[in-house]
């Protein structure tokens, strides 16, 4: 059982029971063989993989878009019907329990090896089976690690559970053998560029639909839509948000039960690989052979894993008054329909709470702090003095108790074993992640990329990528932590940059960096006025902040949090500013992505190299889209709708202006984004 600490600070036995400790002490094979009884929804009928996939194919819906198909294309209606029958064999599951017995068998053996614990909430796992009894369940996990695939479906079954059908990216299903095994354990799969394929999308949105009204199974899909490879939450993907919550929209079910899950990870397993992507490199594609050759991650120690299962949320309470569903039923259920401007807010709305529910029951780890730590120093520090200097040991576990002291006020979920010295909490996650920070005489450094045996010596180019690997590796567990203090980060930067203590200066100034940075954090639409008051009460609870009806001012008893907070967010603007630089370059007109984001990280390696910059976030590809996205949103930056490859338009006195704005050379002037 796991120690939490809940946001007064007061300690509580959260109830987080470890699944692997009794599969330590039995038998896995007995785990895999025994009988298999979960409780499915009360409304489900028996139905197999096959008799689904035929009311899929009979539906009216279905029947009415390849006539459509047929007119439009000029081909036979039987003949589009084969395609679409051909679109669900390639997509559609074969939910076997002689494979989910395989795949507990297999997984008891694999996470034993990887993790040392896999702690979820018990009562959690209680609500769940209450709640899949009685609606339909859409199970909606954070996206961390491929593990996260795996890891429910083997604690479903381990308590009974009805297995959940999947929703798989389609390089999955290429893999040799494997893209069978997770077929027949419950996956179903997407492809990645479905563009405006008509007759996919029909064939698609149908198969998730009649799943979700029959009640065949719970849904799960990550919100998200893609893996996070910094580790913090990404902006919500609405496509399955919209197919799964539709059933209850056209009232053909009563109710939608929505079940955010938080996984948490000390280490993981793929961090190495997402620092090279985020570098340019390459993602490597998802093959059998591949996955054989990474076994040798069953040699490493990845710490502990924590699975919450958040509270369940029901769609028809939370809809209420949101949506006026009677538009649903001006059209017969089986046509079409597009949904409206409030249904498309309401459905972004319900994807940003549930992301919001899962950063809030995420467990942080040591590290995570830690990182935090580690980084400010690195940032601070000389890039050739740095192996000789580092940060003291003393000095870290002091900052580190202090910040989990802070952390631990703003509401966060620490698993710190309190039973063990404060040093070998610390140490231990030292060890943890030996491959990219070390600990020798008593000096904490990170460990850059060593150069192969033979090779020839690096670049200067070269070095600042071998630094920055480190960096974004260490990075990739700040960012677990970031969702704790982003908005009373954003209310000291406000503080520091208008230099007011006028509250409605520093409120715009809030709102502004809330609109430029909500592609980077998620942020609730409608609550920039709740954010606000809630970073003034956390930050005058720690006394960082002094708040009245007029004012609000950091007194200097405050520095110490307040100059914290702003160094976390640094990095962004130091990655923004250098994205806005390249941009208002006189060469940059029309630009794609793909060549915006080699000229950047080109710009922040030699502005690196300098001095001038001393981040090296501003080279991550992920944050770089995010700024574009940002400026798109903006509009200071326009999509060009005729080119054949998205390309963009700069707008540069806007983007100028929002540059200044940002470093505070100009006050906020545009008008507030009402999505605020």
Known sequence: MTTCEDPSGFKQEDEFMDILEERRRSSDLGHALRTFTPSPYKGAPPLSAGALNRMVLESQYLRYVTKEVAMETGESVD?????????????????????????????????????????????????????????????????????????????????????????????????????????????????????????????????????????????????EGLRSRTLKSLTPKLGMMHMVLEPFFKGEVYDITLVPISISYDRVLEESLLAHELLGVPKPRETTMGLLKARRVLEEDYGSMHVYFGMPLSVRQLTKGRVDRCEYNLLPRDLPQRPSVETQECVSWLAQQVIRVQEQSSILSPWSLMACLVLQDHQNTDPGEEQEKGLSWELLTQRTLWLKGLAISFGARLDWPEQLPENQVMASSIALHRYVIRCHQGRVTLLEEERPVGAAPFTTEEGVVRRARAVLMVAAYRNQALHVFIRPAMLALAIHTTHSSQREDIYSYFRFLLDLFSNDFIFITGRSSQDFEEACSLLRKCGAVQTSQQEVTSPEEGQRTTSFLRALLQPFIDAYQVVFRHLCLEDVEVFTERQMVPAVRSLATKLLL???????????????????????????????????????????????RLADTLAGRLPVQTAPNPRL
């Open 79 to 223: 003949l589009v019907r084969e395609e679409a029958s051909g679109i669900l064999d390639e997509m559609s599951q074969n939910l076997q329990l002689g494979f989910i017995r395989l795949l507990g068998f297999t997984l008891s053996k694999v996470f034993k090896r990887l993790f040392s614990h896999i702690n979820i909430n018990q009562e959690g796992l209680n609500r769940l089976q209450q709640a899949i009894q009685e609606f339909p369940v859409i199970l909606m996990p954070n996206h961390r690690s491929y593990v996260d695939f795996l890891v429910l479906s083997y604690i479903l079954f381990t308590y009974d559970l009805p297995i959940p059908v999947i929703a798989a990216g389609i390089p999955l299903m290429d893999m040799k053998m494997v893209g069978e095994i997770l077929r027949r354990s419950g996956a179903f799969f997407i492809r990645r560029a479905i563009g405006s394929d008509k007759l996919y999308w029909a064939v698609l949105s149908e198969y998730v639909r009649t799943i979700v009204r029959t009640g065949y199974a719970p849904v799960e899909f990550y919100v």
């Open 610 to 656: 300098s001095g001038e910059l001393t981040s090296c976030d501003a080279l991550s590809s992920d944050t770089q889209k995010n700024v574009l996205s940002a400026l798109l949103r903006l509009g200071a930056v326009t999509r060009l709708r005729t080119a054949e490859h998205s390309e963009f338009r700069a707008n540069k006195p806007a983007i100028s």
